[in-house]
């Protein structure tokens, strides 16, 4: 058994929250262990599931460049590196994909780091990627199989044109999605009607709404980890229902 969800959206829709939501979820109802990848340079997953980020990757990348001991090979220091970034909670193991690289040739660092994160991803059922908005990752990991893409918008027009337009440029790239599911999020009054190029981009059960919810609120404003929202607020139980039904659809 095991399950691969990619998420991707606009940039301050929800993405990282609800991949926070699901991984607590996978870890609840016993799917563990979870590997969640924070693929945003700008890594905040870590404090919606309330751990500490040690380095990201991005910094053992720069690091490769100086820091390799005398005597040391760069596999293995690199190896060391994704085992020093690796944090370890409470049912599930986290990465953080770390800053772009900056000017200069890191093909080298790169082609390592591919190969051991195929490597780490390997010894995990569930994985759970948190992308940011460009998805500049989505090509660059070899973990080319998603079961589930999970796109999350606000309701404007262009968080929704956003998540059309990640299902195209995904449709071009060569990795296999097994099916996706677009989330409304924080959401006041439910639309009448969708712009067209949802229509045309989700069939209607492709659809999720998540209403806005004063308690997530509240949590994000006085620090605490979001994906321990108790079960009881609107945000948590419209995502518990939509994962019971997501996991029967697409877990294998
Ligand atoms: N349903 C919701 N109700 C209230 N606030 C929300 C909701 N979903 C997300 N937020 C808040 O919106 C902000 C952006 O969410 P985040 O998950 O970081 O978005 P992204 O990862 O897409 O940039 C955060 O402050 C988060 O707490
Ligand atoms: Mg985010």
């Not at 100086?66 to 193991?93: A, C, H, N, R, W």
């Not at 569930?126 to 973990?143: I, K, W």
């Not at 059309?164 to 999605?177: G, H, K, M, W, Y």
Request: include cysteine.
């Amino acid at each position: 058994m095991g399950l691969t969800v990619a998420m991707g959206g606009k940039g301050g829709t929800g993405k990282t929250t609800v991949a926070g939501l699901l991984i607590r979820y996978l870890i609840d109802h016993g799917m563990k262990p979870v590997l969640a990848v924070d693929a945003d340079s700008n890594s905040n997953l870590n404090e919606v599931l309330g751990v500490a980020l040690n380095e990201t990757l991005g910094d053992a990348r720069e690091q490769m460049k100086t820091d390799v001991p005398v005597g040391m090979t760069k596999d293995i220091y690199m190896e060391l590196k994704v085992e020093q970034s690796l944090v370890e909670g409470d049912g599930f193991d986290l990465i953080a994909m770390g800053r772009p690289e900056g000017a200069g040739c890191y093909c080298a660092a790169n082609n390592l780091l591919s190969g051991l994160l195929d490597r780490l991803i390997e010894s995990y059922d569930y994985l759970v990627v948190d992308n940011e908005a460009g998805m500049e990752h989505f090509s660059r990991l070899t973990q080319k199989d998603i079961d589930l893409l999970l796109l999350v918008s606000d309701p404007s027009r262009r968080g929704l044109t956003a998540a059309c337009r990640i299902v195209e440029l995904v449709a071009s790239l060569p990795i296999r999605i097994g099916g996706k599911m677009l989330v409304v999020n924080q959401v006041r009054v439910t639309p009448e009607s969708w712009p067209e190029d949802v229509i045309k981009t989700f069939k209607e059960d492709e659809i999720a709404i998540f209403p806005a919810d004063p308690v997530l609120a509240e949590y994000d404003r006085t620090g605490k980890p979001t994906a321990l929202l108790p079960a009881d607020s609107a945000v948590a139980q419209a995502a518990m229902a939509l994962f019971d039904a997501l996991i029967a659809k697409y877990r294998k």
